[in-house]
C-alpha cells in the first residue's frame, strides 16, 4: 500500500512517514502544497495524509485540484479543531479528519480504514477460501494456523485481496507496494507471488501472463 | 505605500470572550414608560390648553351677547331718561305735589319704550321699564315682573340680572332727572339658553379636539419610541454567541437614526475585535499544536520499539527544538497578552536607546554573518523613557525581520538619531522586501507572507505585532515601508526623555543592572 504524506513541519512529517514505513507502507513525502499535488496527480496512492496549511498551496486548494480527477482517499490532518473546519474539510471531499497533535497509532487505524473502505471492505478481516488475512495488526492465517509473511509479500497479499475479483497488473503492484525511491525495475514482484504461493497455496493467486496477477473468487 | 502603528482594537473594547446571556429589558411599569409619560404629558397640557381656549371663547360670546343686551337696555333707559327732562321734577320728590299730576302729563310726555325696542322679534319678551322718584315712589311702570322689589338696587345699583319667579331677567338702571331712578329690563331667558347650547357646542368640539389630540399624540408617541424598541431589540439580542444582530435604520438624518447608526458602529467593531480575537485565539492554538504534535509523534515513533542511539539522538533533537519553539511561542503569547493588558510600559526607566541598539546589533551579528549579510549602524545618543526590556525586543525583532527577509551580500542598517523632539529609529535593508498586498496585514498576529520561508527561520509570526504593540505603549509610531525585490524601510518613533542634561533625576530611578542609562554623551558609531 502507497501513501503519501504531504505535511511541511519537517519533524512531523518524518515521524508520520518512519511510523507508516514501519507499518511497512510505501510512503512519499511531500514539504509544499505543489509538490504534493504533482505526486498526487502522478501516482495512485492509496491514502493521501493531508496537512492543511501549507506553503505554496495550501490543503484545502490541493483537495480541491486533486478532486478534480482522483478520488483517493484523504486524511486531513490539521491544527484547526473548530466543527465548522471539520465539517468543511469533509464536505469538500475528504474523507477523514485528525487533529494535532495525534496519536500515530490513531493515525495509521485510520489509513487502514480509509484504504479498506475505499475497496469496498468494511470489516477488517478478508476471508478468501481457507485463508483469512487481518489487515488491522497484518496477519495471514491459513486453516487456523499463522502464516510467516515478510511485510512485502503481507502487502502484496493485502493488496491483491483488497481488488479480488480483478486483475492487478504488475504496473499498478509496483506503484502501490514500493515508494518514490526504490527501483522497481527488478523482478522483485515475481519472487514474492512464487513465496506466496509456496506459503498461502498454489493456486492462492493465479499469474496471467503478460498482464498481470488476480485472486479469483 | 506605508501603515502606521495602531492601538489594538482589543484593547479598546474590553470585551470577554464568554458567551453572556441574552439580557431581558425589564419589564416597564406603565407609570414608567417613556411613552406612557410623554402621553400623560401631552394630554395635561393638550387638555388645559383646549378647556382654556373653550372656557375663553364662551367667555367671551357671553360677555358679547350680554353687553349687547345691557347696551340696548341702556339706550333704552336714555330715550326715558331724556323723556324724563322734559317734566319739571321739581317738587315731586318732596311730596309737595302729588303724583296723579305728573302721570297726567304722561299723555303728552309718552314715558315709554322707544319704537325699536318694543318691537322686537316674536320669540323675544318685550322689556319692562319702571321710573321711581327719589323719595321711592313709582312715577311709572309698564310689564314689571310680578312681585318685583326695587330691593337689590341699593346694595348693587347696577345688578344686572336677577332671578324672577320663572325666568332670568336683566336689568340696567340709570340716575335720572332730580334724582329719579329709571330701570329697564326684560326677560333674558332665551339668550342664556343660547348661550347655554353655544357652552354644549363648545363643549363637544372640545372633546373632539381632545380625542383627536390624544389619539394623534399616542401615535406620534409610539412611532417616535418604535425605533427605540428596535434598538433596545437588536442590543439585547446581540451577545458573544450571536453578533449577527443589526439595527435597520430607516431615516438616517433623524436623531434615532444617528443614534442606531452610531449603535450599529460599537457593534460592528466589537465585532470585528471579536472576530480578531477568535482568529488570534485558533491561530495561537495552531501554532502551539504543531510542535505539540511534533514532540508526541516523535516520542511515540522512538517508544514503538527498540531503536539506535542515533535514532534516539535525532529524536531528541528534534523535540528539543520543537519544545523551544513552543517556549518561544508561550513567551510571545504572555507578552502579546501583558500589552494588551496594559497601556503604559510596566517599568519607566530612562533609556539610552542607542546603547541598546548596539547591543542588539552585537547579539545579531553571528546570524547575520552566517546569512551573509552585512549590518551597519549610525547610533546618536538619544534617551527614552520606558521599560529597556521591552525596547530591546522591539530592535531585535526589527533586526532579526531584516536579516532572516533579506538575501546574501545584502545589508541592514540600523540608525538612531533625535529628529524633532523625538527618537527616530529606522531600519533601512536591501531585502527581498514586502508585496503591497501582504505590507497591509505583516503587523498582523501570526501574519506571515512566506510561511515556507519563515518556518525556516524559526519565526511564529508575532514578531512584528509585539514590536508594534511595545511601541505604542511607549506612545510612540511605526512605520513600514517597502517594495517588493527593493528592500524594507521601518521608522519607529518614540517620545524623547527628559534631554540628556537631566541624567541625575534619571540615575535615580534608573536601577537597570545592564547600564544600558550610564549617561554616555560621546556620539557612539558601533558596528562598520
Known amino acids: 500500500m502507497r501513501v503519501l504524506v504531504v505535511e511541511d513541519e519537517p519533524g512531523l512529517r518524518d515521524a508520520v512517514a518512519t511510523s507508516l514505513r514501519e507499518e511497512h507502507y510505501a510512503v512519499d513525502e511531500a514539504a509544499d502544497g505543489r509538490t504534493g499535488l504533482q505526486k498526487a496527480r502522478q501516482w495512485s496512492y492509496d491514502a493521501i495524509v493531508l496537512d492543511l ?22 486524511l486531513i490532518l490539521t491544527a484547526r479543531d473548530t466543527v465548522e473546519e471539520r465539517v468543511r474539510g469533509l464536505d469538500r471531499g475528504a474523507d477523514d479528519y485528525l487533529c494535532k497533535p495525534f496519536s500515530l497509532s490513531e493515525l495509521s487505524a485510520r489509513v487502514r480504514a480509509l484504504i479498506r473502505r475505499s475497496h469496498g ?40 485481496a483488497l481488488n479480488r475479483g480483478e486483475l492487478v497488473s504488475r504496473s499498478t503492484v509496483y506503484d502501490h507496494v514500493f515508494d518514490e525511491n526504490e527501483d522497481s525495475l527488478s523482478n522483485l514482484v515475481d519472487v514474492h507471488i512464487y513465496n506466496i504461493r509456496k506459503k498461502l497455496g498454489k493456486n492462492f493467486v493465479t499469474t496471467r501472463r503478460g498482464h498481470g496477477y488476480i485472486i479469483e473468487t | 505605500m506605508a501603515i502606521s502603528s495602531k492601538p489594538n482594537l482589543a484593547r479598546d473594547l474590553s470585551v470577554d470572550g464568554r458567551p453572556q446571556p441574552a439580557h431581558d429589558s425589564p419589564r416597564r411599569s406603565l407609570p414608567q414608560s417613556i411613552a406612557w409619560r410623554l402621553q400623560m404629558w401631552h394630554a395635561a397640557i393638550l387638555v388645559s390648553v383646549v378647556v382654556g381656549l373653550c372656557t375663553a371663547w364662551f367667555l367671551q360670546a357671553r360677555r358679547a351677547r350680554l353687553n349687547e343686551i345691557d347696551a340696548e337696555l341702556t339706550s333704552a333707559a336714555r330715550v326715558l331718561d331724556g323723556s324724563l327732562r322734559g317734566f319739571d321734577l321739581r317738587g315731586f320728590d318732596t311730596t309737595e305735589r302729588p303724583l296723579n299730576e305728573l302721570l297726567a302729563a304722561d299723555d303728552h310726555l309718552r314715558l315709554s319704550l322707544p319704537r325699536e325696542l318694543a318691537d322686537r ?75 347655554n347650547r353655544l357652552a354644549l357646542r363648545i363643549a363637544a368640539f372640545a372633546m373632539l379636539i381632545l380625542a383627536a389630540g390624544l389619539c394623534g399624540g399616542w401615535w406620534l408617541a409610539r412611532s417616535v419610541l418604535r425605533p427605540i424598541a428596535a434598538i433596545s431589540d437588536a442590543a439585547s439580542r446581540f451577545s458573544a454567541a450571536d453578533m449577527s444582530p443589526r439595527i435597520n435604520v430607516v431615516e438616517t438624518e433623524s436623531e434615532l437614526g444617528q443614534l442606531a447608526t452610531i449603535l450599529n458602529d460599537a457593534f460592528d467593531r466589537v465585532e470585528r475585535s471579536f472576530d480578531q480575537q477568535r482568529q488570534f485565539a485558533a491561530d495561537a492554538s495552531h501554532e502551539l499544536r504543531t510542535p505539540l504534535a511534533v514532540i508526541q509523534s516523535q516520542i511515540e515513533l522512538a517508544l514503538k520499539r527498540e531503536r539506535t542511539s542515533e535514532e534516539y539522538i535525532k529524536t531528541l533533537t528534534t523535540c528539543s527544538s520543537a519544545s523551544e519553539r513552543l517556549s ?85 542598517v540600523l540608525s538612531v538619531a533625535i529628529v524633532d523632539s523625538s527618537v527616530e529609529l529606522i531600519l533601512r535593508d536591501n531585502g527581498i522586501g514586502i508585496s503591497e498586498s501582504d505590507l497591509a496585514h505583516v503587523a498582523e498576529r501570526f501574519y506571515r507572507a512566506d510561511k515556507a520561508r519563515s518556518r525556516v527561520h524559526g519565526g511564529s509570526g508575532l514578531g512584528l505585532s509585539i514590536a508594534q504593540g511595545i511601541i505604542a505603549n511607549h506612545g510612540g509610531t511605526m512605520q513600514i515601508a517597502s517594495q517588493l525585490d527593493q528592500g524594507t524601510t521601518v521608522t519607529v518613533h518614540l517620545p524623547l526623555a527628559s534631554t540628556l542634561s537631566d541624567n541625575h533625576s534619571n540615575d535615580r530611578d534608573a536601577s537597570n543592572p545592564k547600564g544600558a542609562t550610564t549617561p554616555h554623551t560621546t556620539p557612539l558609531q558601533a558596528g562598520q
Open chain 1, 53 to 74: 496549511m501549507l506553503p505554496e498551496i495550501d490543503g484545502w486548494e490541493l483537495l480541491a485540484q486533486l478532486r478534480k480527477t482522483h478520488a483517493t482517499p484523504v
Open chain 1, 121 to 160: 471492505q468494511a470489516k477488517a478481516e478478508i476471508v478468501i477460501g481457507s485463508v483469512v488475512i487481518n489487515t488491522a495488526n497484518r496477519t495471514v492465517a491459513k486453516e487456523g494456523h499463522p502464516v510467516d509473511l515478510t511485510a512485502r509479500e503481507y502487502t502484496l497479499v493485502e493488496l491483491l
Open chain 2, 121 to 195: 322679534r316674536d320669540n323675544q319678551p318685550e322689556p319692562y321699564f319702571g321710573i321711581w322718584l327719589e323719595d321711592g315712589r313709582q312715577l311709572k311702570s309698564e310689564r314689571l315682573p310680578e312681585g318685583f322689589s326695587l330691593k337689590p338696587s341699593q346694595s348693587q345699583p347696577e345688578a344686572p340680572e336677577r332671578d324672577g319667579p320663572n325666568a332670568i331677567l336683566r336689568e340696567v338702571r340709570i340716575v335720572g332727572p332730580a334724582g329719579s331712578l329709571i330701570l329697564v329690563g326684560r326677560d333674558i331667558g332665551s339668550e342664556i339658553a343660547e348661550l
Open chain 2, 328 to 412: 518561544d511561542l508561550v513567551e510571545s503569547l504572555l507578552t502579546l497578552a501583558r500589552l494588551d493588558f496594559s497601556s503604559q510600559p510596566t517599568e519607566r526607566v530612562s533609556v539610552r536607546v542607542d546603547l541598546v541598539a548596539a547591543r542588539c546589533i552585537d547579539l545579531m551579528r553571528p546570524v547575520a554573518q552566517q546569512a551573509e549579510v552585512n549590518l551597519r549602524s549610525e547610533l546618536e545618543p538619544a534617551i527614552v523613557s520606558g521599560d529597556p526590556k521591552q525596547i530591546e525586543r522591539v530592535i531585535f525583532n526589527l533586526l532579526k525581520n531584516s536579516v532572516a527577509y533579506n538575501r546574501p551580500h545584502g545589508e541592514a
